[in-house]
Nanobody
């Protein structure tokens, strides 16, 4: 019914930049939140950045000033611009969306498959 497809991960040197993209597709009636989470090896999944429709973005303290989340014109896409990357940013990054599937009437959370970001020299 609904798919979130991420792209843009890869290997980058410390201090470098990457831009992640995520597009939601399917029978979407309403979408009010999109964001990014990450999970490093041996750690729990954590919030990186989130953007609620009509609201200000929210960031994890560890990425403030370095990462920027933005929504696309079509509003079913979300981007994460990551600058000044550090080795501790290495993780699988997951796109998340809260939306209403056509015909369901209730908000549900959906996840992408994840994209690996590796920061290493």
């Amino acid at each position: 019914q609904v798919q979130l497809v991420e792209s843009g991960g890869g290997l980058v040197q410390p201090g470098g930049s990457l831009r992640l993209s995520c597009a939601a597709s399917g029978s979407i009636l309403s979408l009010n939140k999109m964001g990014w989470y990450r999970q490093a090896p041996g750690k729990e999944r954590e919030l990186v950045a989130v953007k609620i429709s009509g609201g200000d973005p929210d960031y994890a303290d560890s990425v403030k000033g370095r990462f920027t989340i933005s929504r696309g014109v079509a509003q079913n896409t979300v981007y994460l611009q990551m600058n000044s990357l550090k080795p501790e940013d290495t993780a699988v990054y997951y796109c998340n969306a809260r939306l209403v599937v056509l015909g369901s009437g209730t908000y549900r959370e959906f996840w992408g498959q994840g994209t690996l970001v590796t920061v290493s020299s």
